[in-house]
Every structure is written in C-alpha cells, then in structure tokens.
C-alpha cells in the first residue's frame, strides 16, 4: 500500500495532472508543512461510528512523511457540500465528500478537480464503467467513488419468499407493502419500467423529461389503483419502518442507511432484495430506480492539489472503504471488495449491487434535473389525496 501511494504521489505531475497546483516538493531538508480542510458528514466524524475520517487521515499522514500534514475537519454531508464549495471555493474543504447527482453544481463553477493519467487508470482498474459513468461528465472523471447511492427492498422472509419478492402484485396478494409514493426520488421507478425516460441517457439535456404521453398515463392509472389498495401503505415520516416494527407492515423501500434498524426489527427474518416487477395492462414490468454514488472531491482552489488528489484517492481506497463498511455499514463499491467472499455474502451488499447492475438507471445530473423533484413529489401527492384519478390522469 505504501509503495503503491508513493508511486501515485510521484506521478501526479509527471502525468500531467492538473500541474499548476502541484507545488514544492520538499527534498532532504524535511517534510513539507501542509494544512487540509477535510468535509465529511458529521456520523464519518462521530467517536459512536468509529470517527473513520480522522481514523482514515491519520494512516494517509502515516504513508506520506514527505508531508506534514495538519487536518482541518469540517461537517458537511454529500448532498450540501456542492453547494458551498461551488459558492465560494477559496473558504471551502480541499477535500470533501459529495453525491454525484450535485457534481455539475461545481463544474458549473469551474471549482471541482478532474482525475486524470495515472489516477483515472486506477479508478478504471477498480470499479465498474457504470459506475464511473456517473462521476463522468465530456470524458473526465470528477471524483472517487466510494459506494453506489440507490433504494432497494426489504422484507418479513416469514411472510414472503424469495420468490414471492420478485413481483409486487404477489406481496400485495400476500402481505402489506408500504412504499415512498410521495417521495420524488423513488415514484419514478414505476413509470421508468414502462419506457418514460429523463433527459435521454440522463445526460442529454435537450431531450428534456418524457413522462407524458400513453405510457405515462397508463403508469398513473396503475398508481390510482395501487394507492387504494389496502394492502400498500405510503411510507412517510418513518412510519414503513414502525410498521415493520409493529408487524402491521411487511416490506418496505429503502437504503443501506436503514440496514441496522431493520435488521434490529427482523432478526434473522430480514430478506432484502432488488426491485420488484409489477402487472401493468397484463404486462410484467420492471420497477426501475434511481442509481448515483458517493465521491470523494478535491476543490480547484486548493494550495495543495498533490496532497489533495493523493487524500481523496485514499479514502476512496479499497482500505478505506473497508473500514467504512465496518464501521458504518457504508456499502463498498470497489470491485476487488465486492469479490471479498465475507462482504459478498452480506445479504445488503447483493441487494445493492444487484439493483445498481439490474434494476436501476443512472440519476441525470443535468442542471434541468432541479425542475423535476418538486412537479413528482406533487403528483405523489395528488395521487394519494384522490385529486389525480383515473378519468384525468391524462
């Protein structure tokens, strides 16, 4: 590991990688006093989970003496930090971590790095095309990923089966099913399984957001019919995992970030699972949700982008994600730990992986995409509270 980071560190500038913010090397005289502001959620902080961030800066600092490096830590979660490092760079972290859906927030800005040369070949080696794609934008990578962002499944196994799982229309026969109905970044799924798309790829701006038309409508018919059923719940305010808790509820969607509260709940009943089909006009379709990731930025305007650069490839590293998976039950996306026979085995791990390579599309991170959350959330809204029905859905 040590070679390896050293080997990085010296071919930074020979790779032609960003060579302005290189800087001073120092030489026999000593190592090179440097200060980096570090942003990470408040939890990568926490002495409760483990304080990862310090845990993962004070080995880096370990592994490069040519440096010595005083940490600034800040708290800023992945959503916000696009936000402030875009706004004023000179004032903000060199080195934050931030969801990929915000990444053109501060290319906008000019104020995010690229990963070019010999640091694009290792993030190449190390995770898969799909995912790099959503840290990509005219062929330069932005960042380090560090784990895959999307929803998935989980369920009571002693009311349903493995089997049961792979269409919502046998839950609903079966057991109760609570779902997000009014949360924007999960009622897409059903309209994307009958061909809607966003903005193309989720690039292509100028196509813009085909949620209209037969298809779409048909999708709303569905969903009129899907609210009223007594058997789905809308989850709202935490109230799909107080059912789990109660038994009045027996499957619900949602993220890693709900592993350790479900399986507190379920025990050894906790099934998860990618996204189900459900029966639409006849027809078997696939329920389709949003699929990002979380990465480790480096800020434009930082005095030291060597170190930077070298920081953020650290703890994005398959060491650092390690620890964050067992501290934080942050799922890793580097394929060498996804092939790791103790993490592959961990039931949330294949439920991620399986809905980020199966049941899933990338979140467009186009500008426009800002204009799309509230109109979705409102017809969520509209659906549940019988102001949309069957005769106007159109």
């Keep these: 590991m040590h070679k390896k980071s050293l080997r990085l560190a010296a071919g930074l500038c020979a790779a032609g990688l960003l060579l302005a913010g290189c800087g001073p090397v120092s030489g026999d005289s000593g190592a090179e006093k440097i200060r980096l502001m570090v942003w990470s959620p408040s939890e990568d902080q926490s002495k409760d989970s483990g304080q990862w961030l310090q845990t993962c800066c004070e080995n880096f600092a370990a592994l490069h003496p040519e440096w010595d490096i005083t940490f600034v830590y800040g708290v ?9 490092v875009a ?6 972290a060199d080195v934050f971590m931030y969801a990929n859906d915000t990444l053109t927030i501060m290319t906008d800005a000019n104020a995010l790095a690229k990963f070019g040369g010999i640091y694009a070949e290792e993030l190449q080696a190390t995770n898969s095309e799909t995912l790099l794609d959503s840290l990509t934008l005219d062929g330069n990578i932005y960042g380090v990923p560090f784990t895959t962002n999307t929803w998935y499944m989980y369920y009571d196994k002693s009311v349903f089966t493995e089997e049961d799982v792979k269409s919502l229309d046998t839950m609903l026969e079966k057991g109760v099913v609570s779902f997000p109905f009014v949360n924007s970044w999960y009622l897409p799924a059903f309209y994307f399984g009958n061909g809607c798309t966003l903005f193309g790829d989720g690039t292509q701006e100028e196509l813009g957001a085909d949620f209209g038309g037969e298809n779409a409508v048909e999708v709303t018919e569905y969903l009129v019919d899907l609210a009223s059923n007594p058997n789905f719940k809308i989850d709202q305010d935490g109230s799909g995992l107080a059912g789990l808790r109660d038994g009045s509820i027996n499957a619900i969607f949602s993220g890693s970030w709900d592993a350790a509260a479900v399986q507190e709940i379920l025990g050894d009943d906790m099934g998860v699972a990618a996204l189900p089909t459900y029966t639409l006009n006849g027809e078997e379709k696939q329920m389709y949700a949003y699929a990002g990731s979380k990465a480790i930025g480096v800020n434009t305007a930082t005095k030291y982008m060597k170190a930077s650069v070298e920081l953020a490839m650290y703890l994005g590293s398959a060491e650092a994600q390690r620890l964050h998976y067992e ?20 039931p949330v791990v294949q439920a991620q992986n399986d809905t980020f390579d199966r049941t899933s599309i ?7 995409m800002n204009n799309c959350w509230t109109p979705v959330e409102n017809m969520g809204k509209a659906i549940r509270n019988g102001s949309v029905t069957k005769e106007n859905a159109a």
């Design 327 to 346: 501290l934080r039950n942050v799922i890793p996306c580097n394929t060498e730990l996804n092939s790791d026979p103790e993490i592959a085995a961990d």
């Design 76 to 84: 800023s979660d992945e959503a916000s930090a696009a936000g402030a």
């Design 362 to 368: 990338l979140q467009p991170f186009v500008a426009a």
């Design 87 to 92: 706004q004023d760079p000179e004032a903000s």
